[in-house]
Each structure stands twice: as structure tokens, then as C-alpha cells.
């Protein structure tokens, strides 16, 4: 009975995950989990191109100006970097790499919503050797055209190296185009180019023709040409305690999305379409999830995506059910 319960049981989760995931053959870029005490507000993730399977990320507030490396592999921290050259930080919410190989921290968090008159960008070169050090980060002034707000979403486009904000808003924020280059010796305005949901955090693919935008409970994807953001769709999302933070993969084959918390989990999404040439996917439909099965509500897709997850879970429990009252009968 046991035995025929755990295979069953093996076939459903089979049935419910589908494929196994394109991940590379050392175990680098799987679903993981943060083991890092320190780590307890992740609130940024991006993929590093100069060390395959690594994992920058940072604290949302109450640390300082650290940033850490984690291996995909164990989910343990193999570099801490504290930036030094910058001010005091108030609120870090995201973290993207550029063309540049230069990381790009965003202390850009308003939770008033227009408090502060200006916010902060960090920059300093991805380090070549996985070791604690300490980096001079050159630190950029921020300003919106159309005044102080709120944002958990920087990201850095991959061929341009052109500066992107999403602010934050429940009933829909913008998504601001910084200057052409980002400047130390004035303030650096970012204006608004367009209209996007909720969001806690996005990433450009890297071909950086599809910018994706996530939010506590969904994600969706954009088409993105010569700075402005084309048709949509949904994008399967896990399903996640406190959804905070999404980067592709380096080879563009999967998103990562990451959540706050103790232990917080980073879980892989394979990219429909997707190989490892870093393509964004040609057909609607985004992403489908190959570790978790919980969706977003940002559209049709992630509904009927959730529906589908929901008749197969309970089919699958309904079979098990049968098949052991009838072994009881025997």
C-alpha cells in the first residue's frame, strides 16, 4: 500500500510539474533557498554573467551597504560586499547588472509614499573573485519629473545600459526612463514613459526585448522596443510568502523569483521558447512554472493557468482516494 501511494504519488507530481527543468548539469540556477541568518528581507535579486550559477542580493532596510553573493548551488552566502564611497542607506529594493558588467543597487524605497525628495542608485563593478571585500560604489542623486514616490524596481536594460524605475502604487504606477547616462554631478531625472500594475520588482531578458514586472500575486511580461513597453501577457509566478524579487538567468532559459523571509526560497520558471541563447519567449503565454504550481491574477493566462493546476491537483487526490478504498475492499 505504501509503495503504491509513494508511486502514485510520484506520478502526480510528475503530471503537475511537467518537464524537468533546463538547469545546468552542475545543479547551478535551481529553485533554492537562502541560508544566509543574515539575510531576512531579500528584496533585489540579479544573476551574475562573470560567476555562472551566483546570485547577488540584499537586505530591504536596517543593514547597511552590503550586498551578498549566493551560490544557486546550496543557497549559502560566498561573497559579502560592503560599498563604501556612499551615504548611509535608507531603503534597498532592488539590484540589476548592466551591459557594463557594473552592478547597480537601488535604494529607491518610499513607503510614504513622496517623503524624500530624492533617492539614490549605487554602481560599482561586479567583483572578478568570489571573496568578502569592500568596493567604492559611486552613488547617483534621483529625482521624478513628476515628483517623490514610492519603487521597489530598478532595472538596468542589457544592450542600452539606460536605467529603468517601475514605481509602486495599488492602484498603478509608471515605469520612469532615466537620462541616456547617469550622472554624479547633478540630479539625475527619471520621467515617466508608461503605465504598469502593481510591482515589486522586474528584469529585462538579455536580449532585452522583454521586460518583465512582478507583483505579490503575479507577474506579466512586455514586450520592450527602443524604450517603451509594447503588448503584455501573463507570466506563470509561484506562489510565494512575501513576493519581492525576479531576474532572469544569465543563458535567459528561466526567471528566478525570490520572497522575503528567514530561509526565503528563490524558485525557477522555465521561459516558454526560451533556449540558451538568452531569446525572450516569441509567442504569448511567458513563462511556465516548472517548481511551484501558484499563480498569479494579472490576466486570463494566470487564471486559467491556476484553474488547470486546480482540476489536476484534485483528480489527482480523488484517484488516490478511490484506488485506496478499493485495496481496503480487497
Known sequence: MRSYLTASGAAVLLLLSGAAPAVADDGADRSFTIEDPRITESSGLAASRAHPGIYWTHNDSDDGPYVYAVDSRTGKTVA???????????????????PDGDLYVGDIGDNLNGSWDHVWIYRFPEPKQLKDATVRATQYDVKYADGPRNAEALMV???TGRVYIASKNEDGGGLYEGPAKLTTGATNVFRRVGEVPWVT????S??????????????????????RLGADHAVQAPFQRQA?????????????????????????VDVDG???????????GGASSSSSAGAGSGGTGDVKGTTLTGVLVLAAIGFLVLMKRRRKGN
Open 80 to 98: 559579502t560586499i560592503t560599498m563604501k564611497g556612499v551615504g548611509e542607506p535608507r531603503d534597498v529594493e532592488a539590484i540589476s547588472l548592466g
Open 244 to 268: 519581492e524579487s525576479v531576474t532572469y538567468t544569465a543563458d535567459g532559459s528561466a526567471l528566478m523569483f525570490g520572497s522575503e523571509g528567514e530561509r526565503s526560497d528563490v524558485q525557477r
Open 206 to 227: 538579455p536580449d532585452g526585448k522583454e521586460l518583465v514586472l512582478r507583483s505579490y500575486f503575479s507577474a506579466r511580461g512586455y514586450a520592450f522596443e527602443n524604450g
Open 157 to 159: 536594460h542589457p544592450k
Open 201 to 204: 520588482d522586474g528584469a529585462f
Open 274 to 284: 526560451a533556449g540558451r541563447d538568452g531569446k525572450s519567449p516569441s509567442k504569448e
